[in-house]
């Protein structure tokens, strides 16, 4: 039976991951930080555990050679630029940590779990593939710049032999986020939220990553990426589906852009005093008014990965947030 070993297990697409790996019969070794997390996840009593750090190698040196797969999920989402060494660290020198384990190892596949902001845009708004040219480093995001040499580091690996597979995800939805992160534009649909903006961007179910991520086992080529996404969805379009499926009304007031500016300007005040990210960070301040699209067709057809609707993803997702009392 093939053994798999996986980082950020406890994060939303790893949570995921995990399950459905144990649910097609695959071993499952996972490395963890925080053991209160575990908690969390009902495979727990189901897999084997090292409890470490994607930062300090010596946690897992050596005990991952009875794993002949490694996905790497474990990373940080953020875009305050205040964090950014925090960013690089956990990002790249994590890592390069577990490629060099990996290269060390027993390891015959290596799925990295990267990020359609690793890729890049359009900058006419157009869907683009993954042979676009990496273009973010002109706004100088941490999160883009990070997971874009977090690739890099991948290809360095895999010049020194690493079969290693890149997969990108877009914006992720859908069951098993048992944090509720992704709760709070729901609640403010609920008490009425009339303001959406001028963007975009492409939304995508999490059983359909983890089904691709899945089949890049035996699918994905070394050397090659590709976009997990779904649906391409104007913002006013994803929060009035929304609000389809929660009965409340759509949103219906454009928002200007100042508001967003003194908003995001006013939450990284506030960051400073409470050292937490704020939301929106005045990095993401370039994402208005832009559509940020992404063609999965690559990923359809090698990897297989499934079809699925933004109306059927946050039906699901709904559902779930009901069940597990997050609504």
Same mark, same amino acid.
């Given at each position: 039976?093939?053994?798999?070993?996986?980082? $950020?297990?406890?994060?939303?697409?790893?949570?995921?991951?995990?399950?459905k790996?144990?649910?097609?019969? &695959?071993? *499952?070794? *996972?490395? *963890?930080?925080?053991?209160?997390?575990?908690?969390?996840?009902?495979?727990?009593?189901?897999?084997?555990?090292? !409890?470490?750090?994607?930062?300090? %190698?010596?946690? &897992? #040196? $050596?005990?991952?050679?009875?794993?002949?797969?490694?996905? @790497?999920?474990?990373?940080?989402?953020? &875009?305050?630029?205040?964090?950014?060494?925090?960013?690089?660290?956990?990002?790249?020198?994590?890592?390069?940590?577990?490629?060099?384990?990996?290269?060390?190892?027993?390891?015959?596949?290596?799925? @990295?779990?990267?990020? *359609?902001?690793?890729?890049?845009?359009? =900058?006419?708004? =157009?869907?683009?593939?993954?042979?676009h040219?990496?273009?973010?480093?002109? @706004?100088?995001?941490?999160?883009?710049?990070t997971?874009?040499?977090a690739e890099?580091?991948?290809?360095?690996?895999?010049k020194k $032999?690493?079969?290693?597979?890149?997969? #990108? %995800?877009?914006?992720?939805?859908?069951v098993?986020?048992?944090?509720?992160?992704?709760?709070?534009?729901?609640?403010?649909?609920?008490?009425g939220?009339? &303001?959406?903006?001028?963007?975009?961007? #492409?939304?995508?179910?999490?059983?359909?990553?983890?089904?691709?991520?899945i089949?890049?086992?035996?699918f994905?080529?070394?050397?090659?990426?590709?976009?997990?996404?779904?649906e391409?969805?104007?913002?006013?379009?994803?929060?009035?589906?929304?609000?389809?499926?929660?009965?409340?009304?759509?949103?219906?007031?454009?928002?200007?852009?100042?508001?967003?500016?003194?908003l995001? !300007?006013?939450?990284?005040?506030? $960051?400073?005093?409470?050292?937490?990210?704020?939301?929106?960070?005045?990095?993401?301040?370039?994402?208005?008014g832009? #559509?940020?699209?992404?063609?999965?067709?690559?990923?359809?057809?090698?990897?297989?990965?499934?079809?699925?609707?933004?109306?059927?993803?946050?039906?699901?997702?709904?559902?779930?947030?009901?069940?597990?009392?997050?609504?």
């Open positions: 039976m093939t053994k798999i070993f996986i980082t $950020g297990g406890t994060g939303f697409i790893g949570g995921n991951l995990v399950k790996l144990l649910d097609k019969d &695959f071993k *499952v070794k *996972v490395l *963890v930080r925080n053991k209160k997390k575990l908690d969390l996840f009902p495979w727990k009593d189901s897999v084997d555990i090292i !409890y470490g750090d994607i930062l300090e %190698p010596e946690t &897992f #040196n $050596g005990k991952i050679n009875d794993c002949e797969i490694i996905i @790497h999920c474990a990373a940080l989402i953020a &875009f305050w630029n205040r964090i950014w060494n925090k960013l690089y660290k956990i990002n790249v020198t994590g890592t390069r940590n577990i490629l060099n384990e990996a290269l060390k190892s027993n390891c015959k596949k290596f799925i @990295h779990i990267s990020s *359609v902001a690793a890729i890049g845009y359009g =900058e006419n708004g =157009e869907a683009i593939n993954e042979n040219p990496y273009n973010w480093d002109k @706004h100088k995001i941490c999160y883009m710049e997971k874009h040499e890099l580091e991948v290809l360095n690996a895999i $032999g690493l079969n290693a597979t890149m997969v #990108n %995800p877009a914006n992720v939805w859908g098993g986020d048992y944090k509720g992160r992704r709760t709070s534009v729901i609640k403010a649909l609920k008490c939220l009339p &303001f959406y903006v001028e963007a975009g961007t #492409n939304f995508v179910d999490v059983d359909a990553v983890c089904e691709g991520i089949n890049s086992i035996e994905g080529k070394c050397g090659e990426r590709y976009i997990l996404g779904g391409n969805l104007s913002i006013k379009d994803f929060l009035s589906t929304i609000s389809d499926e929660i009965k409340t009304r759509r949103p219906f007031v454009k928002l200007p852009k100042l508001p967003i500016i003194l995001s !300007y006013a939450q990284e005040a506030l $960051g400073l005093i409470t050292n937490t990210s704020p939301r929106p960070a005045a990095s993401q301040l370039c994402f208005f832009k #559509n940020i699209y992404y063609d999965s067709s690559k990923a359809i057809r090698e990897l297989k990965m499934p079809v699925v609707s933004f109306r059927e993803c946050i039906h699901k997702t709904i559902r779930f947030y009901k069940e597990e009392k997050l609504l």
